[in-house]
């Protein structure tokens, strides 16, 4: 792939203003499919999560899964939208080998929620407010893996496997009005925006959000028009192009000021901007070509015939509205404030992910400084370790428990770190492990003054030493007693008994 030329982005933004939109894809974690009763698990065995009608064979019939019109009506409210009274689906029609019925049932004019807004907050506390224009639900297509090949995809593939099981799982696509004003800011702006709609489908519980794993992607869409002398009539917008499945956070921030820069060095040469969609590569940082993006008129959109439209009831509407969850912008501000965190420090908890954690360890009744810790610090190494989910690994009642013991004097963090890769083993509750593997920090005085006796007949002139004002010479009996004691002694009593001796 020939590198593309990129404009300086500070040069590309005196030239041109970008304008964005985005896409969000946020799959729903049901227990079966949007339109079939086949299971909705991620990372069963290829081609195993299905039934005819995820196959598209002939006869079958969809039927909607009302746990995802809920979701769906819930994600609506959440975003500030208006429920349509009414909505209806249609039929997406495009042929691709991991859409085996040949279209996509999904919601065209008639989507589920309309007009809303999303407030986000970047990361000097400026709030924006992004204007949603709809949030439709329709089904996942499934996947497929390109075999061959240097990039894992299609280009130089030398054939392709495709996995049904994403087939028909729900999705609820959330896609805003075109942003203006973002400037210099618009990367952090997407990147931002991306955050606050995992952050509510996730308070939701809705969805996983895994962007790793698709449970949440994102279409970035962005163009660029050029900037006119006061007074002149503003021109229309520039050509869009759409980056397509952007992973990561990280990643959509990137994308955008890729996108901003190139198409910025093509205008500004009297070149034109294709329509189309384009492909991320995470490895290079860079985007290339996908295929000519179609409009609406060449899916050929025609109501769905094998469904009713969705018609919810005002009270189950004002049902799912009334169980909302605290937003979690308004949610994080509270937190801070309650833990007395400084911005770093919350800001450290928000970029591990681990927010939800850490208040569900402080809630079991933990201190938030210890939470903040053992969740951002061990727990978080262990995790990138294994290449793993710090959730995953060890409950937010366990690391309470844990943090207990330390408070407690029971357990030294050394010890503490002990504890926990035993209960990550699957060995039980912190204090199973403690007794189990006879942790618990020595506190017998009788058996320190042993300790303490021997290693002081190993070095005579230390207590010499510490009389004549030399007291940093007592770290030597203290290394050699926490050595003895297999790390159990408590160092800062075996200090004070130390010095005891020496001024007695």
Request: net charge negative; aromatic share 6%; glycine share 8%.
């Amino acid at each position: 792939m020939a590198r593309a030329e990129l404009m300086d982005f500070d040069k590309a933004l005196e030239l041109f203003e970008p304008v964005m939109g985005f896409e969000v894809h946020v799959e729903l974690n049901t227990k079966t499919k949007m339109f079939s009763a086949a299971p909705n698990v991620f990372g069963a065995e290829p081609n195993t999560n299905l039934t005819p009608l995820c196959l598209g064979l002939p006869g079958t019939l969809p039927v909607v899964n009302e746990q995802a019109v809920r979701y769906s009506i819930s994600l609506g409210l959440a975003l500030g939208c208006s429920i349509a009274e009414s909505s209806s689906f249609a039929r997406k029609n495009y042929f691709y080998p991991d859409t085996p019925k040949n279209y996509q049932i999904s919601q065209f004019d008639e989507p589920i929620a309309f007009e809303g807004s999303v407030q986000i907050e970047l990361a000097d506390g400026t709030l924006i407010d992004i204007p949603v224009e709809r949030a439709h639900m329709e089904e996942d297509a499934g996947k497929l893996t390109h075999v061959g090949g240097s990039s894992g995809r299609i280009q130089g593939a030398d054939y392709s496997l495709v996995d049904y099981n994403r087939a028909g799982v729900p999705l609820v696509e959330i896609v805003t009005k075109p942003i203006y004003g973002g400037e210099h800011r618009s990367p952090e702006i997407a990147k931002a925006y991306v955050s606050a709609i995992r952050d509510i489908v996730v308070s939701l519980g809705i969805s996983d959000a895994k962007m790793e794993r698709g449970n949440l992607r994102c279409d970035a869409n962005v163009s660029l028009r050029p900037r006119v002398a006061e007074g002149v009539e503003t021109p229309p917008l520039g050509t869009r192009t759409e980056t397509k499945n952007v992973n990561s956070l990280r990643s959509v921030e990137r994308a955008v000021r890729y996108e901003i820069q190139r198409q910025a060095a093509i205008l500004a040469k009297g070149g034109s901007i294709t329509q189309e969609t384009r492909h991320w590569h995470e490895d290079t940082g860079e985007t290339s070509a996908g295929r000519p993006k179609s409009d609406a008129d060449d899916y050929r959109y025609f109501p769905e015939p094998d469904l009713l439209p969705v018609v919810p009831s005002a009270e189950l509407i004002e049902e799912l509205r009334a169980a909302l969850p605290e937003q979690p912008a308004v949610r994080r501000r509270r937190l801070k404030a309650e833990w007395g965190f400084t911005d770093l420090e919350f800001q450290d908890i928000q970029n591990s992910g681990l927010l939800t954690e850490v208040s569900e360890t402080v809630a079991a009744g933990a201190s938030p400084a210890a939470a903040r810790k053992w969740w951002t610090g061990e727990i978080a190494r262990l995790a990138n370790a294994a290449e793993a989910d710090a959730a995953s690994l060890i409950s937010a009642a366990d690391v309470a428990a844990l943090a207990g013991l330390v408070e407690a004097g029971t357990l030294t963090d050394r010890l503490a770190r002990q504890v926990l890769e035993g209960v990550i083993a699957g060995e039980g509750t912190p204090q199973q492990v403690v007794d189990a593997r006879g942790l618990a920090v020595v506190s017998d005085d009788g058996a320190l003054i042993a300790a303490i006796d021997e290693a002081l007949a190993a070095q005579p002139d230390v207590l010499e030493k510490i009389r004549d004002g030399k007291v940093q010479a007592a770290g030597a009996v203290i290394g050699a007693v926490m050595k003895a004691m297999k790390g159990q002694a408590d160092a800062a009593r075996v200090r004070e008994l130390v010095l005891e001796r020496a001024s007695a």
